[in-house]
């Protein structure tokens, strides 16, 4: 049982924590899209280890965006592939050159 418990140990010190750059993380579940989910225990940032959207995904959301679909609508269409705060950052990225 200590072999395992410091096998996980040494898994998730690997991992540095995105906003603090902590290694003290811990497990905290799965996301929507079933990815592990972690959280740093210094600053409880949640964070995934390789987060990763799709070409594809990324096309749709462009495409919703563009053809002016509001944020709230496009997140609920696009449940669990992007989050709120991916797809008003991407909008913003549209609303530069405007």
């Known amino acids: 049982m200590d072999e395992?418990?410091?096998a996980k140990r040494n898994e998730n010190t690997r991992l540095l924590c995105?906003?603090?750059?902590?290694?003290d993380i811990w497990k905290n579940g799965t996301s929507r899209a079933g990815k592990q989910q972690?959280?740093?225990?210094?600053c409880n940032r949640i964070f995934v280890?390789?987060?990763y959207i799709s070409k594809?995904?990324?096309?749709?959301?462009?495409?919703?965006?563009?053809?002016?679909?509001e944020v709230p609508v496009a997140?609920?269409?696009?449940?669990?592939?992007?989050?709120?705060?991916?797809?008003?950052?991407?909008?913003?990225?549209?609303?530069?050159?405007?």
């Open 18 to 23: 995105p906003r603090c750059g902590q290694h």
């Open 56 to 69: 594809s995904i990324q096309e749709i959301a462009d495409r919703l965006l563009t053809h002016d679909i």
């Open 49 to 51: 280890k390789e987060p």
């Open 75 to 98: 997140a609920r269409i696009l449940k669990g592939y992007v989050s709120r705060r991916w797809l008003y950052s991407r909008k913003e990225k549209f609303n530069v050159g405007s």
């Open 4 to 6: 395992t418990m410091s």
């Open 38 to 42: 972690y959280r740093c225990r210094n």
